[in-house]
């Protein structure tokens, strides 16, 4: 339903599903020792629900070495709703990071 990119190469980093509980969020992190390989890292997996707030957010780095970029609840939640009123999923550029921002 929705894909978040890095802004700099619109690479895509986290890809939006419907879901019967809210939005879920499937991420792919690099690994830190991978040394630039694109082959190496971690995906993530979160539920975005009704109870978590606008403002819930975790950093997200791109495979290509941009970044860091962070991506909020509010974002996911903006996504959906394009997606829940046009049918067409959307691709959302991610915004810079703000350190005291992240918990």
């Given at each position: 339903m929705g894909e978040l990119v890095c802004p700099a190469c619109e690479n895509v980093m986290a890809r939006l599903f419907d879901d019967p509980e809210g939005i879920a969020v499937l991420a792919w992190i690099p690994?830190?020792?991978?040394?630039?390989?694109?082959r190496m890292g971690w995906g993530?997996?979160?539920?975005?629900?009704?109870?978590?707030?606008?403002?819930?957010?975790?950093?997200?780095q791109c495979w290509r070495g941009h970044g860091p970029w962070v991506v909020t609840a509010r974002d996911c939640r903006a996504s959906a709703a394009v997606y829940r009123r046009t049918g067409r999923k959307k691709r959302r550029p991610l915004s810079p990071i703000d350190p005291a921002a992240v918990r």
């Amino acid at each position: 339903m929705g894909e978040l990119v890095c802004p700099a190469c619109e690479n895509v980093m986290a890809r939006l599903f419907d879901d019967p509980e809210g939005i879920a969020v499937l991420a792919w992190i690099p690994a830190p020792s991978a040394h630039g390989s694109r082959r190496m890292g971690w995906g993530f997996y979160t539920l975005i629900d009704a109870s978590m707030p606008d403002d819930e957010n975790a950093p997200l780095q791109c495979w290509r070495g941009h970044g860091p970029w962070v991506v909020t609840a509010r974002d996911c939640r903006a996504s959906a709703a394009v997606y829940r009123r046009t049918g067409r999923k959307k691709r959302r550029p991610l915004s810079p990071i703000d350190p005291a921002a992240v918990r």
